[in-house]
T-cell receptor, first 112, second 115 residues
Framework: NAGVTQTPKFQVLKTGQSMTLQCAQD?????MSWYRQDPGMGLRLIHY???????DQGEVPNGYNVSRSTTEDFPLRLLSAAPSQTSVYFC???????????FGPGTRLTVL | AQSVTQLDSQVPVFEEAPVELRCNYS??????LFWYVQYPNQGLQLLLK??????LVESINGFEAEFNKSQTSFHLRKPSVHISDTAEYFC?????????????FGAGTRLAVHP
C-alpha cells in the first residue's frame, strides 16, 4: 500500500492564481481531511469528509474548496491564492472505527 | 471548546539525557490523546496514543506518555534520548464531532538533541 499520497510536493503561485492540491489514499478509508501547518500554530483543520459525497468545514475553511467524488481522492482547491495561504498542507485519512489518522508527506505552498 | 497546550516550543537536550515534553488539554468530554512526531521535511507519524485502559502508554522506540485525568495532562518522556530523536513533536486530542473525531493539535515542541 502506498498509504496517503500528495502531489505536488512543492508549488509556487502568484496572488490570484488558482490550483488544486491532490490527495489520494489506497486504504479504503472513509474519513479524509486537510490540514495546514504554520510555525507556532500546529496543524489546523481546513476541511474534512466522512465519505464520498460528504464534506464539511473545519477550523480554517475560508479560501478553500473541497469535493469527494470517490473514496480514494480528496482534492483541495484554492480558487484565488493569497499570501496568507503560504503554508505546508497535509492530507490525512482514517478508517471507520479507528482513531489513528494517517498523514501524507505534505505539500509546501508559497504564494507570492 | 477543546484545546491543547504544549508548554515548551523548544527543548534542547544532550544525547543520553532524559527528556519530558509537556502537554495539557482542556475538554469537557472524554477524549483520546495522541503524540505525533515530524522528522525534518517529512509528514507526521503516530508515536503513541491513549484510548482507554492503562494510563501509561509506550512507543516502540522508548518514548512513553502518561494520561493524567485530574491534571488533564499527557506528558511525553524518554529516559535517554538519541540524536535521531531530533524532531518536532505534536500532542493532539480527538473529540467526537458529528461522527467524525476531529483532531486538535498543540503548537508543537521542537526537540533538539545535541552530542
Amino acid at each position: 500500500n502506498a498509504g496517503v499520497t500528495q502531489t505536488p510536493k512543492f508549488q509556487v503561485l502568484k496572488t490570484g492564481q488558482s490550483m488544486t492540491l491532490q490527495c489520494a489514499q489506497d486504504m479504503n478509508h472513509e474519513y479524509m481531511s486537510w490540514y495546514r501547518q504554520d510555525p507556532g500554530m500546529g496543524l489546523r483543520l481546513i476541511h474534512y469528509s466522512v465519505g464520498a459525497g460528504i464534506t464539511d468545514q473545519g477550523e480554517v475553511p475560508n479560501g478553500y474548496n473541497v469535493s469527494r467524488s470517490t473514496t480514494e481522492d480528496f482534492p483541495l482547491r484554492l480558487l484565488s491564492a493569497a499570501p496568507s495561504q503560504t503554508s505546508v498542507y497535509f492530507c490525512a485519512s482514517k478508517g471507520q472505527g479507528y482513531n489513528e489518522q494517517f498523514f501524507g508527506p505534505g505539500t509546501r505552498l508559497t504564494v507570492l | 471548546a477543546q484545546s491543547v497546550t504544549q508548554l515548551d516550543s523548544q527543548v534542547p537536550v544532550f544525547e543520553e539525557a532524559p527528556v519530558e515534553l509537556r502537554c495539557n488539554y482542556s475538554s469537557s468530554v472524554s477524549v483520546y490523546l495522541f503524540w505525533y512526531v515530524q522528522y525534518p521535511n517529512q509528514g507526521l507519524q503516530l508515536l503513541l496514543k491513549y484510548l482507554s485502559g492503562s494510563t501509561l502508554v509506550e512507543s516502540i522506540n522508548g518514548f512513553e506518555a502518561e494520561f493524567n485525568k485530574s491534571q488533564t495532562s499527557f506528558h511525553l518522556r524518554k529516559p535517554s534520548v538519541h540524536i535521531s530523536d531530533t524532531a518536532e513533536y505534536f500532542c493532539a486530542v480527538s473529540v467526537p464531532s458529528g461522527g467524525y473525531n476531529k483532531l486538535i493539535f498543540g503548537a508543537g515542541t521542537r526537540l533538539a538533541v545535541h552530542p
